[in-house]
């Protein structure tokens, strides 16, 4: 299974996380949030973002997950509240993320994109004891970005 990640060239290198709190993680939780698509990877970094400074360079990365369907567990639209596209739910969704992030359960969890619902978000859980064996960048190249888009 391939997934997708954009970031600045200057943190393409390795496989990190910054451990921000975002809608499915609580600070200090180190989760890699990625997308089934490139196009998809790229519609949640804009909307995710203030601004995108292309002068510093941003790379695609192709990430390579060995899993099999015990590694992968996947949070359903019919078992979230009819609001969860709201930031007003990001500490319910941030709870669910967190419980599945500390009990290690699975590797990945797959979640609906509140951007094209869709579509599916994948986070890698970077504590997860098989991470290492299971998670590896493929491949990687420049990402050039549509000035439309900015």
């Given amino acids: 299974m391939v997934v997708y990640n954009i970031r600045k060239s200057k943190y393409s290198s390795s496989l990190k996380a910054s451990g921000v709190a975002n809608r ?3 600070d200090d939780e180190f989760v890699i949030y990625t997308g089934g698509s490139i196009s998809l990877s790229t519609l949640e ?4 973002r203030n601004a995108i400074d292309i002068t510093l360079g941003y790379k695609l990365l192709f990430i390579g997950l060995k899993v099999d369907s015990d590694d992968i567990s996947e949070i359903n639209i019919e078992d979230l509240p009819p609001n969860w596209k709201s930031i007003e739910s990001y500490p319910i969704l941030q709870k669910i993320g967190s419980e599945w992030y500390n009990k290690k359960k699975s590797l990945i969890l797959k979640v609906p994109s509140s951007l094209v619902h869709w579509e599916s978000n994948y986070l890698i859980n ?5 991470f290492d064996k299971k998670v590896k960048i493929s491949k990687s190249e420049d990402f050039t970005w549509d000035k439309r888009l900015l």
Avoid: G
Wanted: glycine content about 0%; proline content about 8%; charged content about 15%.
């Fill in 24 to 26: 499915w993680n609580k």
């Fill in 45 to 48: 970094l804009v909307a995710h």
């Fill in 126 to 130: 970077t504590s997860h004891p098989e």
